[in-house]
C-alpha cells in the first residue's frame, strides 16, 4: 500500500504536464466530497491501493500529482468528478434603478436561501453547485422568472478559475452534504413542497478566466 502524506506537485504545472505526458499516469478518482477529506483510502483505476493521509486543512484537487516513479515513468494523479454548477448572470440587475435594483436583489436571495443552495457571489455572477437534480434548479428559476436575470449551466472547471481556495471548499466542500438525496424534492415559491420529476437541462456557454485565484492545498 502506498501512503501519500504530500502533494507533489500539479499536472496544471507545466512542470507536470510535461512529466505526466511522458509518463505512464494512474488515476484515483473521487468525487467531491471525498475529495475533501484528507485521509482516506481508496484503490487506483489500475487497482494500486493508496492510504492518503495529508496536514489538517490540505484537500486534494484535480490534477495533483500523488506519486512519481521517475524510473519506471510512472505516476499516479487525483482526478476529482465535480458536479457541474448553474451561474446566473445578475448584471443586468444594474441597469435598474436603485429601489428595483435592492427589491429584485432581495427576492432573489430569498429565492436562492429558501433552497438552503450554498452560493459565491463573483463579478456579477452567482455560482451554485448542482445539490439536486438540473431539472429541479431550472424549475426554481422559471417559477419565480427574475426579469433581467439569465442563467446557465456549465461544467464545475469553468467555475474553479473565479473561486478563490474556501470559495471552492463552500461549493464543492462538505461529504455530509453528499448523503442527503434532494433529487425530487424542492421548496415551493412561497415556502412550501413540491416534488418534481427528475431528469436533464443543460445549456452550452463558457466564463471569461478570472486572474485571482489560487490553489487549495500547499505543496
Not at 28 to 38: E, F, I, V, Y
Not at 55 to 69: E, I, K, S, W, Y
Not at 136 to 144: A, E, G, Q
Amino acid at each position: 500500500m502506498l501512503i501519500v502524506d504530500t502533494v507533489l506537485g500539479n499536472t496544471s504545472d507545466k512542470q507536470w504536464q510535461d512529466r505526466a505526458a511522458a509518463a505512464k499516469v494512474d488515476y484515483l478518482a473521487l468525487d467531491q466530497w471525498d475529495a475533501q477529506k484528507n485521509r482516506l483510502r481508496r484503490k487506483t483505476e489500475q487497482g494500486n491501493d493508496i492510504a492518503v493521509s495529508l496536514p489538517r486543512n490540505t484537500f486534494l484537487q484535480n490534477g495533483d500529482v500523488l506519486a512519481f516513479d521517475e524510473a519506471s515513468q510512472s505516476m499516479i494523479v487525483a482526478k476529482i468528478n465535480l458536479r457541474d454548477v448553474l451561474i446566473i448572470e445578475i448584471k443586468e440587475l444594474l441597469k435598474k434603478d436603485q429601489s428595483e435594483l435592492v427589491r429584485l436583489c432581495i427576492e432573489l436571495g430569498h429565492a436562492l436561501g429558501n433552497q438552503h443552495w450554498p452560493a459565491v457571489v463573483r463579478d456579477n455572477k452567482i455560482i451554485l453547485p448542482l445539490t439536486v437534480d438540473k431539472k429541479v434548479m431550472t424549475s426554481v428559476m422559471r417559477t419565480h422568472a427574475f426579469p433581467d436575470i439569465t442563467y446557465d449551466f456549465h461544467p464545475a472547471e469553468v467555475a474553479i478559475p473565479y473561486l478563490l481556495p474556501h470559495e471552492a471548499r463552500r461549493l464543492f466542500g462538505g461529504a455530509d452534504q453528499g448523503s442527503v438525496d434532494m433529487s425530487h424534492h424542492v421548496h415551493g415559491a412561497h415556502g412550501g413542497h413540491g416534488a418534481v420529476p427528475p431528469g436533464h437541462h443543460s445549456h452550452d456557454g463558457g466564463l471569461t478566466h478570472h486572474a485571482d485565484h489560487g490553489h487549495g492545498h500547499s505543496h
